[in-house]
């Protein structure tokens, strides 16, 4: 009898940026306690797992050749943890996963994370497991710190290593320009340089994060706007100075307000309406000073599966 081999399932993950990003220091684990607000992005992976006699991962699109398609892929680590989860460690699982990748590499974004969680979605759904996304979240954290906040999205309070996750009521639909520099930045260099600035002198820090949620809460584009903070902009804007002038250029082009998202160096834009967004974008890919512009809205909701049932 011919086995039923079943269909592929396929499923669209979002981006992160950080609103606001505290670092602790340097704790004596060679950690750094973080306070963030997370919030999605509508700039999107999309990961599609598929049963296979021939396991591995393939990747297409932003950043393609950068992303390794080995056991260290973050995606690969996923099938791993969730087939050690199942019970399904006999040799290599038998899948295989592509990666469309719309969200830039090591660009401070979370795509590696995003991938993982949507893998985690993806198999809970080809191999019918009766798991929820609070299961999948255990999995996810051991994974690496942004992955669970990829499975749930929206907006969300991270603490610990942004692992342990609130969510923060969220009243609009904010619209962001986000500008990608020509090269990634590795996050533990960022975090290094950070802890280097802060042994030769005091640079300044986020204050607390509540105003931030208070602007949420109110909806007003142009309140967060005042508020968007980053403990590691100084840092990746001394490993990459140009930076500064990519930061300028998006706020001269008419933004309410620009940020390094995560440990950078991608930049995003707060903007009044979808309709500035539009407008600084343009302007910002005439200004010749990153890679490639693209418009997003957020908050939108974590890895879901693309035409299908969802899971609990
Ligand atoms: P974060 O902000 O979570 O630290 P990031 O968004 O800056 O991460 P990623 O795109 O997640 O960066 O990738 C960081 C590194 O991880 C890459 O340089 C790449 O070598 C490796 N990597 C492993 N798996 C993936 C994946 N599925 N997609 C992208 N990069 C991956």
Not at 26 to 53: P, Y
Not at 58 to 75: Q, R
Not at 160 to 183: C, I, K, M, N, Y
Request: hydrophobic content about 45%; aromatic content about 4%.
């Amino acid at each position: 009898m011919l086995a039923v081999v079943p269909p592929p399932v396929t499923v669209r993950v979002p981006s992160k940026i950080n609103l606001h990003l505290s670092v602790g220091d340097l704790r004596k684990d060679g950690f750094h306690e973080l306070i963030t607000v997370f919030h999605a992005l509508s700039l999107t992976d999309e990961v599609t797992v598929a049963a296979a006699e021939d396991p591995g991962i393939e990747v297409y699109g932003e950043g393609e050749g950068s992303v390794p398609t080995g056991a260290n892929n973050l995606a690969w680590r996923a099938v791993q943890a969730l087939a050690g989860y199942v019970g399904k460690d006999g040799g290599e699982p038998k899948v295989r996963v592509v990666l469309r990748k719309g969200i830039p590499v090591a660009g401070g974004m979370a795509g590696g994370s995003a991938d993982a969680a949507a893998t985690l979605v993806g198999l809970a759904s080809l191999w019918k497991l009766d798991i929820g996304r609070d299961d999948l979240a255990e999995i996810a954290a051991k994974l690496g710190s942004d992955v669970p906040f990829a499975l749930y999205g929206g907006t969300a309070l991270g603490t610990g290593r942004g692992e342990r996750l609130v969510p923060v009521l969220s009243r609009h639909t904010f619209h962001w320009v986000l500008a990608f520099d020509q090269r990634g930045l590795s996050t533990p260099r960022v975090f290094g340089e950070l802890d280097r600035l802060r042994a030769d002198g005091d640079p300044p820090r986020v204050g607390s994060h509540a105003p931030v949620v208070e602007a949420l809460a109110s909806g007003d584009p142009r309140q967060l706007a005042l508020l968007l903070g980053n403990d590691l902009q100084a840092a990746a804007v001394s490993l990459r100075p140009g930076l500064r002038r990519t930061l300028r250029a998006g706020v001269n082009a008419g933004a309410l307000a620009g940020t390094i998202s995560g440990s950078g160096p991608t930049c995003a834009f707060l903007c009044a309406d979808a309709q500035s967004a539009l407008e600084v974008a343009a302007e910002l890919a005439g200004a010749g000073v990153c890679r490639t512009v693209r418009v997003a809205h957020g908050p939108v909701p974590g890895a879901r599966l693309v035409g299908g049932d969802d899971l609990p």
